[in-house]
């Protein structure tokens, strides 16, 4: 008896927890005003997939002849660029969406008080991360931020963007062989009381790989990679919120 009692509680708090996220996700595809995208951010080094960032002092002098004879060879990756490029795929993506989603004017959101004034995230203050110009790390927790950014300019939602980027072997031995890049998207999206709306992690890498010798890799390539994998992310969502 108490065996099926447990069942049945397991089976209405799924069956809650699905009707929220199905209701949170009908309310962004009917409502059609704009959505200020508040936060993007990455972390900033890229490193190799459960493994702790690369100290180059461990690379002898024919490793570091050849990064000099090749500028676009590396051993190190970080974000700095990636992010920019990341936030415009982003929203060119939702630009090219039909509608799904309409993201406010950037400079309305920056500009506003509401935006200036919002609390920071404090727990990510210590970790090395990366965002694009005129983006501020706003914490999601603060309230206040969604009313008053509401009153002020008349957006009901705001959306959070957060990625991280790593990069991981596909094939071969050790550092030789083909990498490719990976990363985790989270779309965070609340109402204008704060409330959670809309929260997944996207999960993906990408379709092609570079070559890898000695840990030393394309610079340019794997940004390539990156680029296709942020689109392929971007559209992930879309597709999440039509229920494709």
Known sequence: MKKAGLLLCTAVMVFLGTSCVSAGREALIYDIQPIALVSVVSNWDINWRGEDPVNPALFGAPVRRALRADPDLAILSNAEELIITAERIFRDSMAVSGGLITLADREQVFNSRAYQEAQLNRRRMNRAYVMPEGYRLIDPRD???????AAE???????????????AMR??????????????????????????????????GSRGTIGVSGGMYSRSGLMSLFESAIIDASFDFLYHLEGI
């Open 171 to 204: 094939s071969g031995f050790g550092k030789n062989g083909t990498c490719g890049a990976e990363l985790d998207m989270r779309v965070l999206i609340l109402n204008a009381e704060g409330r959670r709306l809309y929260s997944r992690t996207f999960t993906l």
């Open 143 to 149: 309230r206040n931020f969604s009313q008053a950014l």
């Open 153 to 167: 300019t008349g957006i009901q939602r705001s959306m959070f963007v957060e990625f991280t980027f790593t990069k």
